[in-house]
Structures are given as structure tokens and as C-alpha cells.
């Protein structure tokens, strides 16, 4: 009985110890997360950046583009008539005054017209002259009552109209002719220089497309110049009648030639998406040449202020050009369109105001929705 006791005594110690054993490694286990252990999460830290405002500023740049010389009148001449060339008077580089002789045509069956329009006209007359006396004698007869009706008078007069207009009808059949033999002289329109010539004596000429593929001649007047130039839509609307401009031509090495804007088209170019701009050139000398490219200088004064950003503000990427921009203590992208820049700043053109605060040295490290503690405001 004595050795029974003992060992019930003993079973029961070692089952309070197994059971104090457990107990622990349960509260043990249960003070860990499965997975690991337990992390204090700590919040993000800030990225700290400079600021400035956005502010704005008028820009007077200088636009630099190319532009071309072309003559202030030029035409291509043609025969109005099919003809033969009899003489030319001039040549490719001769200086002719308008109304000068520049050929002389010849079309023999044109004189056979007009001789045919002569007789026509002739006869026409004589058959007018004696309708018309007809018409005196019987209106001088009707002064008597009862030797002639009304309705043979009547008759007389109309066919006496109807004489006139036939008579009308020949003198202008006459004059057509004649206006066409006044076309056998080629003649020039203005003061120009000839600078292509595409005929010579005996040559069957005609209207363009029938006789004559290439003009006669071609004229173009050379003591003033147009220099046009296509102005990008961005900076057309800084362009004023009478703004002076500066330009160069590489045949005339280290001069710099002056003029004013004269005419502005008022429109866009659908395909170039410009605005056709031209400056009278006044070329006493001839010095300058039709079809020379020219540099031109365009000063511009901007039509108003705009927002003007420092260029390290701006990040292209991938996705496009963006600022960033901070509210609340967070950057946020906004994106932008560029326009001119000048001195290491930019027009900027989005959903941005002025003196909105932005990041001085943006890049793509800066990301949207970070937060961001501004360490100073820097003058743009």
C-alpha cells in the first residue's frame, strides 16, 4: 500500500510539470504570427525636395527661318492664236519695259478672216441703208391719210431693227477678228527681265496645250522681290504688318539685308499648319535673285505673358513631358505642352496657374501621389 501511494504521488508531478510545459510553449506559440515574427511597421519617410512658384513672363525671341526670294509679278506668255513665229526681239536675260515687242507671229488665214468680216460688214450696211430709206419714204407717204396702213408701216420699222442689229452683230464679228490679229505681237505686260525663252523663228506656237507645251517666254520683274515665309502656328500671332525683319542669302556671304512685313495671309496652311507671311524686297541693282533661299530673322514680341518654368523642372519620359507639381504635401504629374524657350527657361502650357508651387529638379524618381516635404522655396 505504501509503494502504491508513492507512485500515484510521483504520476501526478510529472503530469503538473508536462502540463506547465505545454502551458508555455502554447503561450509562447501564441505571441508569434504565423510566418514570423511581429514587425512595428515605421511610416514612409518624405522626400525632400526645393521648390519655386510658377510665375509668367513675356518672351521676345528671335525666330530663325528659312524663306525664299520670288519675283514681285511673273507670268509665263503664250500665243493666244495658232501661228507662226516670224521674228523674236529679245532674249533670256534682256530688260524689257512694258508694252515692248518681245515677237512677232504671223497666221495667214487670220488675214483671210478678217477681209471675209470687212465684206461681211460692207454689206451688211448697204442692206441696213436701203431698209432705212425705205422706212423714211414710207413713213413720209403715211403723213398723207389712207396711202399706207399701220400695219405696212409697222412691218418697215421692224425690219429696219432687225437691219440694225445684223449690222451691230458684223461690226463686232469684225472687231473680234481684229483683237485676234492684235495678238500675232507678243508684247510685255510690265517692266521685267526675260529669264526663259522657249521659241524661235519659224516655230508653230498656239495656246497652251495646243502648239506650245512650255510658255514663250517668261518674265519676272526683279527691281522688287517678295521674301516669303512660312510662319509655324505657334508664333503667328505675334507677326504685325510692318514689323521689320533681317535675312541672308548665301550668294551674297556676310551681308545682312533688311525688310518689313507686308502682307500676312490671315489663314493656315492645311498642310503645313503655318501662315504664309510676305516682306517687299527692294532689289535696286538687281543684286538679289528670284528663287534664292534666304535665312530670315524674325523678331517676335509675344502677344501676351505666359507661365515660364525653369528648364530642369520639366521631365520628358516615355509617357510624355510632365511637371511635377506640389499640393498638400504630395507630387503630383501634370502634363504640358512646350513652347519657346529662352535662357535656360521654357513656356509651359497645361492645368497649371500661376504660382503654383513646383519641384526645382524633377525627374521620374519623383513619383505621383509620393509625399514630399518642400526644404526651401528657390526663385525660378
Known amino acids: 500500500m505504501k509503494n502504491g501511494r508513492n507512485v500515484g504521488r510521483g504520476g501526478l508531478a510529472r503530469a503538473a510539470r508536462a502540463g506547465a510545459l505545454a502551458g508555455a510553449l502554447l503561450a509562447s506559440a501564441g505571441c508569434k504570427p504565423a510566418g514570423g515574427a511581429q514587425r512595428d511597421e515605421k511610416p514612409a519617410s518624405q522626400v525632400e525636395t526645393p521648390v519655386?512658384?510658377?510665375?509668367?513672363?513675356?518672351?521676345?525671341?528671335?525666330?530663325?527661318?528659312?524663306?525664299?526670294?520670288?519675283?514681285?509679278?511673273?507670268?509665263?506668255?503664250?500665243?493666244?492664236?495658232?501661228?507662226?513665229?516670224?521674228?523674236?526681239?529679245?532674249?533670256?536675260?534682256?530688260?524689257?519695259?512694258?508694252?515692248?515687242?518681245?515677237?512677232?507671229?504671223?497666221?495667214?488665214e487670220l488675214g483671210s478672216q478678217v477681209a471675209e468680216a470687212e465684206s461681211k460688214l460692207k454689206a451688211q450696211e448697204a442692206v441696213y441703208i436701203a431698209t432705212k430709206a425705205a422706212y423714211d419714204r414710207l413713213v413720209q407717204t403715211s403723213?398723207?391719210?389712207?396711202?399706207?396702213?399701220?400695219?405696212?408701216?409697222?412691218?418697215?420699222?421692224?425690219?429696219?431693227?432687225?437691219?440694225?442689229?445684223?449690222?451691230?452683230?458684223?461690226?463686232?464679228?469684225?472687231?473680234?477678228?481684229?483683237?485676234?490679229?492684235?495678238?500675232?505681237?507678243?508684247?510685255?505686260?510690265f517692266s521685267a527681265v526675260v529669264t526663259a525663252r522657249n521659241v524661235s523663228p519659224g516655230a508653230y506656237v498656239g495656246p497652251a496645250g495646243r502648239g506650245s507645251e512650255a510658255p514663250l517666254f517668261t518674265l519676272q520683274e526683279q527691281d522688287r522681290l517678295r521674301l516669303v515665309v512660312a510662319v509655324p502656328e505657334a508664333r503667328?500671332?505675334?507677326?504685325?504688318?510692318?514689323?521689320?525683319?533681317?535675312?541672308?542669302?548665301?550668294?551674297?556671304?556676310?551681308?545682312?539685308?533688311?525688310?518689313?512685313?507686308?502682307?500676312?495671309?490671315?489663314?493656315?496652311?492645311?498642310?503645313?499648319?503655318?501662315?504664309?507671311?510676305?516682306?517687299?524686297?527692294?532689289?535696286?541693282?538687281?543684286?538679289?535673285?528670284?528663287?534664292?533661299?534666304?535665312e530670315v530673322t524674325l523678331?517676335?514680341?509675344?502677344?501676351?505673358?505666359?507661365?515660364?518654368?525653369?528648364?530642369?523642372?520639366?521631365?520628358?519620359?516615355?509617357?510624355?513631358?510632365?511637371?511635377v507639381r506640389i499640393a498638400e504635401q504630395k507630387a503630383r504629374w501634370v502634363r504640358v505642352e512646350v513652347g519657346q524657350e529662352q535662357d535656360g527657361k521654357v513656356e509651359v502650357y497645361g492645368e497649371l496657374q500661376r504660382g503654383?508651387?513646383?519641384?526645382?529638379?524633377?525627374?521620374?524618381?519623383?513619383?505621383?501621389?509620393?509625399?514630399v516635404a518642400a526644404t526651401a522655396v528657390v526663385k525660378p
Request: glycine share 6%; aromatic share 4%.
Open 52 to 108: 519655386f512658384a510658377v510665375g509668367e513672363e513675356r518672351f521676345d525671341t528671335a525666330l530663325h527661318l528659312p524663306g525664299e526670294l520670288v519675283s514681285f509679278e511673273r507670268v509665263d506668255l503664250y500665243a493666244k492664236v495658232s501661228s507662226f513665229v516670224r521674228r523674236v526681239h529679245v532674249d533670256v536675260g534682256s530688260e524689257v519695259k512694258a508694252g515692248q515687242l518681245l515677237a512677232s507671229l504671223e497666221a495667214p
Open 236 to 294: 503667328a500671332a505675334d507677326l504685325a504688318v510692318g514689323q521689320e525683319v533681317s535675312f541672308t542669302v548665301r550668294s551674297r556671304p556676310g551681308e545682312r539685308f533688311v525688310a518689313k512685313v507686308s502682307r500676312v495671309a490671315g489663314a493656315l496652311d492645311s498642310r503645313l499648319r503655318s501662315e504664309r507671311v510676305e516682306m517687299n524686297v527692294e532689289n535696286p541693282g538687281k543684286r538679289l535673285l528670284p528663287g534664292a533661299v534666304a
Open 299 to 323: 523678331p517676335l514680341t509675344a502677344s501676351s505673358a505666359r507661365l515660364v518654368i525653369p528648364k530642369a523642372a520639366l521631365v520628358d519620359s516615355t509617357t510624355g513631358t510632365f511637371v
Open 356 to 371: 503654383d508651387l513646383l519641384a526645382a529638379r524633377a525627374s521620374e524618381e519623383l513619383r505621383d501621389g509620393a509625399p
Open 143 to 189: 403723213k398723207t391719210p389712207g396711202t399706207v396702213s399701220e400695219n405696212d408701216l409697222e412691218q418697215a420699222q421692224a425690219k429696219t431693227s432687225a437691219e440694225l442689229a445684223r449690222l451691230d452683230a458684223a461690226k463686232a464679228a469684225k472687231q473680234a477678228v481684229a483683237a485676234l490679229s492684235g495678238y500675232l505681237e507678243m508684247r510685255a505686260p
